[in-house]
């Protein structure tokens, strides 16, 4: 029998305070009944002899000082999960949303997870390929890395991540593989993409979707990834699934963190945002990754528009100090009218070197990558120059790769939402671009793979830029 | 027994109340788990403590207990090869008990209790001895012959002294002291917060040799020395310090993974067993010692780790090695501080940090030092201490950068523009410094010759000149210049590039020893020569960069260690090459 309590003495937006209450404990769930009978819930954030400090998951409208009732319930927050989760839409707290039944659970288990030992972790190095070029060509994604997609509003940050998800797989392989989706603080049109693309695409059989949509409860967002990755963990190191984690967007979390740590009158770090913000969000990216001795895995992709499009932005900043590299979304390219509008040269898979090469992807892979990046480089440093010097200023070197640039960018970056590119077909690609540059340029690519993938020139029609090499 | 009872809980941070014998920085068991904790603000009957595990369900009235002793370490053979977390509690172990996911309330030894070690004794009954006296050694591994000694604060006669194996616990010496006998084991404790005594601090005057050009050449530290490396995320900070991990050339380096990545610290498992020491042949992690407390691990641990790891590491200097400590990244030490201070509600300084914070890294990094050791035989030893710093946004003038550049001598500037150039390590050369360089003249005079150092001023001096060059080719365009300033800005991108830039996932690239360096260095700079000479009798700048020479100039970071041969060759052959190049225009 649990003690229930009529003695709230303060609500201050998200946060409770609750007196006389006797052995309550730290991070302890609370469940308040409202005079209506509807159930909210609320976790510890701190109790001081006889006063607990809750924070309410679903805000403390309608809630009455005097008439509401206060229960705590012994125990931390829980999910129950189980295999049947999958095809399911709940909240961002995990409650049924989808007017399917309750989840029978098959187990318990706190939401707040235990920190994998590093000892236990196992070093991710199996290739995901994406079918897109961009990051599978040059930030090559393997299984239980945690990447990123730093985006700006208006970006089709959505867009990508919907195509990741249908297309991710581990080639040559028959495995088990689930995508776990949560969203938190999005548009309904934007979750409604997702969820109706997966069940035009018959993956949503193999997907867990949390919703907690932008007029939802701010403060439930900070369960949302928590309950995320405890499914994930259930599927990847319980029932041995490959587990793709989408996370969008993680700035709406943040705010939310915020706006605790505010009603708290917690002294705030950088622009207002609490001090345990690298901590905390590092309590949600450690959760990715592969552990010796279980089958499974868990990636992570993350999403988070950045505010201003600024990248120091304590959101991205401390985001980029956890993952394993960043995509980049750039503004430019989408207005050019290019998909993906990948900003290729912030990018980074710090894992890439692990999943590539022979046996993994080509023989060619780690050269192609090096090339094509230097070459991409070195061509928006001509367009840079070109527009301050004039292209009349630009030698024919320089030319080949302005017009590289552009080539690039038309053929390599962009593709089609429903363009699925195999590896080969990227590298290829890479290839033809490379044709593009005169043979004494390509000094990161080895000898014997020119001769093996480099095109061979035609003598019909040489193309304009060719001329001008001459 | 009496027991004080906790007040409040927040977060990592619990208050009592009534705790017997309360003292500052002694470590207490919280609640029915017996959570540990550190007593780190004493306030009347209130005792504010932070705890080392995750918090979740203590309640007030939960009982508190002091163990009367501070944060300690244990101190023996089987440190070598092991990883720790933030408390020293053994990672291997704690998967072995619980799995792969940390559990809280493990309470398992540091140092193993089974296993024996051979001690050979090297004080025999009779001898006086006193504080930091080598009593005998342990072979721990190939590379570390373990020396036992008397600990600070322990005088007297030897008794009796035995040789055979044992565990760290069984007496090994016995010594009549003035408080009467007292038992010494292969293992000592040692509080962490405490920095551990020697005789007498001395100036470095041996650079540390990193096997990484940009600092050997340019940037050196000294061992004994300090420095720090500061960098936006994905500069490059944890490859460099993995990089020193592996070739440094200490004797002993101890690694503080301190609130970054898992996979970071799996990598390192993965590769230290495989990969051999340049200098002896000798896997590398029969030098290492791992302290593993990654962000998602509990946040007062992380404040902790660091102590954890400088302590060790100030061990074995006292045995007379060369240690070096690597902590990524101090700025996770600093922000557990503030979140700690945050919840004791302190005055909260500059950016939220404690008013403390100065003083704290400068305590640190103090522990770094040449000294002479306690103890006999006399013995030197040298403790380098070198750690990254994660600025927000990459923004220098924020509050653990400014207070770590007060302090230490080296700063390696890490750049994102140059990152994201792949130009890595992405070092700045124009804002980095070593306050050592003067203070190692002498040793590069005479072990490796003036050469080395006129090289290095040279290369310093063209990357200067290119600094000031890019200026005017960005108003004028490179046509514009002359032949030899077009020389000097491709002598200074041949530096760049193929001496500076250096991977560290390449077999070859990764490790260079000083002989290849000046090697390399001095085949670009002989060439800057050649070339000027040759502009001077009026050979065509586009001739002299088209030289074939130049292609091989740019693959040498790709000949194998030992080939000195091989650089003499590419030398008689550039000179060739110039004078090929002059014949032609006296022919033509
Ligand atoms: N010497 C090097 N050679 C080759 N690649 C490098 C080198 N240094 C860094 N890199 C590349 O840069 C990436 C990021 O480096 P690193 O992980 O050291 O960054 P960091 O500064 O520690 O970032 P964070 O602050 O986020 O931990 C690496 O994964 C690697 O791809
Ligand atoms: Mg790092």
Redesign the interface.
Known sequence: MQKEYLTIAEVAGPIMVVEAVR??????LVEIELPNGEIRRGQV??????KAVVQLFEGASGLNLYKSRVRFLGR?MELGVSSDMLGRVFSGAGRPRDGGPEIIPEKRV?V?????????????SEFIQTGISVIDGLNTLVR?QKLPIFSGAGLPHHRIAAQIARQAKVLGKEEQFAIVFGAMGITFEEADFFVTDLRNTGALERAVLFINLADEPVVERILTPRVVLTTAEFLA?EKDMHVLVILIDMTNYAEALREVSAARK?????RGYP??L??DL??IY??A?R????KGSITQFPILTMPQDDK???IP??T???T???LFLSRELHRKGIYPPFDV??C?S??K?KGIGEGKTREDHAGVL?QL??AY?RGLDVREMAEI?GEA?LSKLDRIYLEFAEEFEQRFIQQGEYEDRPIEQTLDIGWELLALLPRSEL?RVKEEHIEKYLPKKEAPAPPRWARLAR | MKQGVI?????PLV?AEGVPDAKMFDVVRVGHEKLIGEIIELEGDLASIQIYE????????DPVESTGAPLSVELGPGLIAA?YDGIQRP??L??TQW?????RGAELPALDRQRRWHFKPAVKRGDLVSPGDIIGTVQETPLVEHRIMVPPGLAGTVEEIKEGEFTVTEPVCLVRTAEGLRELTLMQRWPVRKARPYREKLAPKEPLSTGQRVIDALFPIAKGGTACVPG???SGKTVIQHQLLKWADAEIVVFV?C?E???E???V??ELPELEDPRTGEKLLKRSVLI?N????P?AAREASVYTGITIAEYFRDMGYSVALLADSTS?WA??M??IS?RLEEM?GE??YPAYLGSRIADFYARAGRVICLGRPEREGALSVIGSV?P????LSEPVTQNTLRVVKVFWSLE?KLA???HFPAINWLTSYSLYAEALEPYYLERVGREWLDLRREAMRLLQVEAELEEIVRLV?VEALSPSDRLALETARSIREDFLMQSA?DEVDAYTSLEKQLRMLKLIIRFHELGREAIARGAPIEQILELPIREAI?QAKFIPEGQSERFAQLEREMEGQFEELSKERVAG
Not at chain 1, 23 to 28: C, F, L, Q, S, T
Not at chain 1, 291 to 294: A, L, M
Not at chain 2, 54 to 61: F, V
Not at chain 2, 392 to 395: C, H, I, S
Request: glycine share 16%; no cysteine.
């Open positions: 052995d309550v404990g730290y991070a302890e954030l701190e109790v001081d002899r006889d931390v706190s707040l997870g235990e920190p994998i030992n590093p000892y236990s972790r196992d070093y991710p239980g190191f917690e002294v705030p770090g950088r001090g345990y690298y901590t590092a309590s450690e959760r990754g552990i010796k001795g279980k120091t932005h304590p900043d401390l980029g100090y956890i394993e590299g960043q040269l912030p980074l710090r894992l070197d090096n990046y230097s480089a010097l200023a000094k | 007040a409040k809980v927040s977060g208050v995750e918090t979740a369900g203590l309640k007030p009235g990883i990672l291997e704690i998967q799995g792969p996911f940390i559990r936006p995320f994905g993974g609130g990545r898992g996979n610290m799996t990598d498992l993965i593993a990654t962000s998602n691990m946040v996770r922000e557990a503030r979140e945050g909260p950016e939220g994660s927000p946004g990459g923004d994102d994201n150039r792949r365009g996932f740019a």
